[in-house]
């Protein structure tokens, strides 16, 4: 089999995300990475590039590359937009009505109304558009979601979900440049924490128990006085099969490093996974006993089993979490190409309608905590 041609925008030297995507798409082989616009600084992008192997098809901006890639005969297979939040939409919407699949980073896009445009232009183009929630792509949360499917816990009751961290609670960094712009709205929207991280929660909530979020109240503080946006907010919700859910994000926790955890708790059992051990999924049946589910095990699920890659007892972390979508996404690529039906247990790559949620639950947060926490639809118009 040939390699499936693989673009990155942004992602440029010393950017956060950059690396674990070149990492993810690279892991199994199914990718090559073909081209780039890696730097919003023309030339530092190209020389980068160049660096990484790109060529001539390193471009000095997206724009060059959208026209460079079109016109050629062996265009990319899939590019993803790796940019700061405000450049997603414009991108990914010129990507997918020019005939590319996407995998685009979250925030999707900086509003709801801009979510429906890239949800409609994708199902117009019938191109692939992905959001990565990478953190779905670990085997357990993956193996998480099949033992909810086929009924191990029973109906689920609650979901507790969290993604609190500490990076963003000294006062007296609060003026950095680097951690300013998150808390202005004119830059981050009207979200800071929640659109950051807590979606990746509530996200996480949805995949795990199969059912989307309808409504939400949501309490949100600055706890550092200067802040405009909130930088801790609590969150309760209520999903369109009967689960309540909690869901705490913070920027403020110290101690707390990385902070992305989840708890279903079902009629018959209960599951935590936390992503800083992602290699160990806790299972407690009603009545019996706690349980360790190890990643690497035989014949957890399909979904488990075809996410693994490293012997049990050997860690897999984040980048081979990111991995997982572009095995998704390379079955769904090279299905399409082949005629055939795709790998049901790899159809679990986040889509653009996810991202769009995601942003009708970030203006619900943000406007039910303006209301002191008034209960408020949290769909997008287009699914109400
Ligand atoms: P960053 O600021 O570290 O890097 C951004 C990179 O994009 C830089 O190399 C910059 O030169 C480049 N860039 C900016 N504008 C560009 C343009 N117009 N054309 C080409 N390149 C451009 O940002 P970071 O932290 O890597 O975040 C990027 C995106 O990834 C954000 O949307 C963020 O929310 C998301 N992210 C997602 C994570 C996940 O778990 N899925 C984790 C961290 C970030």
């Known amino acids: 089999m040939t390699k499936l041609k693989w673009g990155m925008i942004g992602g440029g030297e010393g950017s956060q995300i950059g690396p674990a995507h070149r990492l993810g798409s690279g892991l199994d082989g199914l990718f090559e990475f073909t081209a780039g616009a890696l730097d919003h600084r023309a030339a530092e992008g190209i020389e980068y590039g160049q660096r990484l ?44 009505e020019a005939g590319f699949h996407v995998l685009c980073e979250k925030p999707m896009t900086m509003t709801v109304a801009e979510g ?10 019938g191109k692939i ?10 085997s357990l949360v993956r193996h998480m979601k099949a033992m909810i499917a086929r009924g191990d816990i029973g109906k689920v009751r609650l979901v507790n979900a969290e993604f609190a961290h500490g990076h963003h609670a000294d006062a007296a960094d609060a003026d950095n440049p680097r951690v300013r712009w998150r808390y202005d709205p004119a830059q981050a929207g009207v979200s800071a924490q929640f659109a950051d991280c807590g979606i ?17 109240s949501a309490d949100t503080v600055s706890c550092l006085e200067m802040r405009v946006l909130e930088d801790d907010a609590m969150v309760n919700f209520r999903m369109d099969g009967g689960t309540v859910g909690r ?12 902070g992305l955890g989840i708890q279903v708790f079902g009629e018959t059992g209960g599951l935590r996974w936390s992503q800083e051990q992602p290699n160990q999924l806790y299972y407690m049946p009603l009545g019996g006993r706690l349980q360790v589910i190890e990643r690497g095990e035989a ?7 075809r996410t693994t890659r490293v012997t049990i007892g050997h860690a897999e972390g984040m980048p081979l979490a990111f991995a997982n979508i572009y095995k998704d996404l390379a079955e769904a690529i090279s299905a399409r190409k082949e005629g055939r039906e795709m790998d049901p247990a790899a159809n679990l790559y986040p889509r653009a309608e996810d991202g769009l949620r995601s942003m009708a639950a970030v203006v619900a947060v943000a406007e ?3 209301q002191d926490g008034a209960w408020l639809d949290a769909r997008p118009p287009m699914f109400q």
Request: aromatic share 8%; with cysteine.
């Open 53 to 96: 192997g790109l060529g001539n098809r390193a471009y000095g901006s997206w724009q060059d590359m959208l026209a460079g890639e079109s016109a050629r005969e062996d265009r990319i297979d899939l590019v993803t937009v790796a940019t700061p939040n405000s450049t997603h939409f414009e991108i990914t919407k010129a990507f997918l």
């Open 116 to 125: 429906e445009e890239i949800v409609r232009v994708a199902e117009k183009s």
């Open 129 to 138: 558009c992905a959001v990565n929630y990478g953190y779905t792509g670990y």
């Open 200 to 216: 990746h929660a509530m996200h996480m909530a949805s995949f795990v128990t199969g059912q989307e979020v309808t409504k939400l």
């Open 247 to 258: 869901l705490w994000t913070s920027s403020i926790a110290i101690g707390r490093q990385h």
């Open 299 to 305: 014949n957890l699920s399909p979904e488990a089993d």
């Open 368 to 370: 039910s905590g303006k």
